[in-house]
């Protein structure tokens, strides 16, 4: 996580229409963290740092893959993976690229990482996600000032660990692209437009910032998650009761709360972890399944679901091993 | 589909809001209480007890709480 943390007080003191303890209870947030002098790819470095340090056995020589899932590089070229594999001090041996995913990008990662290793090309690949949402935010947008945090994470899959990964089910419809979206800056729209209004709730409008159509997302996410989610156990042959855990993308607590009982997953069985965290977008799935392996709650079956702009989503479900 | 029990379930939505402020007429966006939040409450609400889908924009158009209980009874039918 980057350094600096902006808790609901701050936001409150910001926007006093709204109170810290509806945004803790709605939104499930009380703290975010907020990258200032920090990019995503310093991020990266630096979890990948502390991959290294936290398990001495896996040894930077020994990676021949590095995948980065993130809508914040660096530049527009070279890839940002390339910049990593120098800073990290890894093989020049070492496959790299990029790819452009939100929500859904662990589970890309994962699926490529899988599909790397399968063929023979890569035998330990580092996958990294990061992501700095808050640098493309209007600091009057409230509502996605509340939710999102900044984050970075670093995975090795390699053809052994403690967790097996098992079967995808992935989708995409492009036809949501608008509801989800940074408009200006890339080729399309390469110069800023300028074009900022406020709607009747003072809220931010440009196509120089993201926007996000809550309403749009909340259709699509309900729509197309439970279906998913059962695409995924019908691939593994499992059931929603053999699912030990279920670790979604950490959207906010109100859409988790609504996929969890149209799913009909026990809340027990139902892993939420943003309230010092916020929506950190690819980040999130891999950040919650570290905290659960914490706690103790990584065993058995493992359900991964990710979603979010493009529209993109994807599932898998993880063996734990050991 | 009947409008009083609509105008209780949009009600419902509130925390702040006293039931009784909220009727068919009400320009519910004027409520100090209605935020972007709230609008996915209420797509909630009507995907759960009515089985309906509501858009984004049903909402931006509506002023009264009747102008979304005649979207919804429209796409129930």
Redesign the interface.
Known sequence: MPKGVVTNEQLVAEFP?WTVE?IAD??GVCSRHVATEETAVDMAVKAAELLFDEHVDIKREDIDFVLLCTQSPDYFLPSSSCIIQHRLGLPVCCGAFDFNLGCSGYIYGLAVAKGLIAAGVAKNILLLTAETYNKYLHPRDK?NRTIFGDAATATIVSDEGFAEIGDFALGTDGSGAENLMLKTGASRFHEKTGDLTFD??G?PHSSDFLFM????I??FT??NVPIVVRQTLDKNGLSVEDTNLAVFHQANK??LE?LRKKIKIPRERFFVNMADIGNTVSNSIPIALKDAQEQNLLHGNILLCGFGVGYSWGGVVLKITT | MEINEFVANFANQFEDTDASEITAATEFKTLDEWSSLLALAVIAMADEEYEVTLKGDDIRNATTVEDIFNVVKSRKQ
């Open positions: 229409e509806k709605k939104v509502g009747e709730n809220n159509n809550g309403g749009e909340f259709n309900q729509k109100f859409m609504f």
